[in-house]
């Protein structure tokens, strides 16, 4: 069977301090019918350099400079239309693509042989069981997402590997794998929440695996200060008011949700229950903080990015 076309699209500002991990990680990919699409936004310190370098390395690589300012969604809208592959693969510039070996990845892309799928859909980018010199801020970071994921086992359709989330009810998850003809132009903060809905909306079928075998997004091993961690979690909440006025509303804590996170304390260490409520506690703050900035535009919002 003919390999499926995959797109990999790059929004990208200012990333000098991480951008090589991520392009050689996809240079070296085990697959061969792939291309790398990467919209550089105004950038002004030595990423383009960077990534011309690689360019010259990889023909699977190619860049366009724009200088629209106004956000990763509005990059995307711009560089997707230059892509020519039939399954998208969102990468933001502090996410590698984690692939073990060739057999994972077409297992991976296979799912998309069943025509009913639309999307892979994740939780969050997760490196779980956590890294040995994560801080306590990452460690609950990752035990927050390592629970949703337990959660969708739970409660999703099992299907072999996958659980099938087709219930526009559901909290949201994040969407980077996908089908390109069902792309529609994106425009706020939770960009990924809003391919979600539109794909629920499509009919087709969302799904989600929790295979750790298989490829998935990691972070690229940031560490998070407790104020900047406030501060991405105000941008949240920014995202789920933009969200909720396109009538996409995120519902952040349904009771049956809450309960499952209840039962799952007991079981955490005290590292891990340190981190997972000073998440919380950001998680508040940000909140609150949002209420001042209702009426942010997207532009705005994508300002408050951390900068590395």
């Not at 990423?47 to 990763?72: A, P």
């Not at 040995?132 to 970071?141: H, M, N, Q």
């Not at 990691?218 to 009538?247: C, D, H, M, S």
Request: charged share 30%; hydrophobic share 40%; glycine share 4%.
């Amino acid at each position: 069977m003919k390999e499926i076309k995959v797109s990999f699209l790059m929004a990208v500002h200012n990333e000098e301090k991480i951008i090589s991990k991520n392009l050689k990680n996809l240079i070296s990919l085990p697959y061969k019918n792939y291309e790398v699409i990467i919209g550089l936004d105004g950038c002004t310190d030595k990423t383009e350099e960077i990534v011309k370098s690689f360019e010259k390395k990889s023909k699977k690589i190619r860049h366009y400079n724009l200088n629209i300012r106004e956000g990763k969604p509005a990059v995307i809208n711009k560089i997707i239309k230059k892509a020519k592959g039939e399954i998208m693969i969102i990468n933001d510039a502090d996410w590698i693509f984690r692939v073990k070996d060739k057999d994972s990845l077409k297992q991976l892309l296979d799912i998309f042989n069943n025509p009913k799928v639309g999307c892979i859909a994740d939780s969050f980018s997760v490196q779980y069981p956590a890294r040995k010199e994560a801080g306590i801020l990452e460690i609950g970071v990752m035990i927050q997402n390592q629970i949703w994921i337990d959660y969708i086992k739970e409660h999703g359709k099992k299907i072999n590997d996958l659980w099938t989330i087709a219930d526009k009810n559901f909290s949201p998850l994040i969407v980077n794998i996908f089908r390109k003809k069902l792309y529609k132009q994106n425009q706020t903060l939770g960009d990924d929440f809003e391919r979600f809905y539109d794909i629920v909306n499509s009919g087709l079928e969302i799904v989600a695996t929790t295979n750790q075998k298989l490829p998935r997004m990691i972070t690229a091993g940031e560490t998070y200060k407790f104020k900047e961690l406030i501060k991405i979690k105000e941008r949240t909440a920014l995202a789920r008011n933009q969200l909720k006025a396109i009538k996409r509303p995120v519902k952040i804590l349904s009771p049956k949700f809450f309960f499952y996170i209840i039962r799952k304390i007991p079981n955490m260490s005290l590292k891990e229950f340190l981190g997972f409520s000073l998440l919380n506690l950001a998680f508040l703050i940000g909140s609150i903080k949002s209420k001042f900035k209702r009426n942010i535009s997207t532009k705005e919002g994508w300002k408050m990015r951390l900068t590395r």
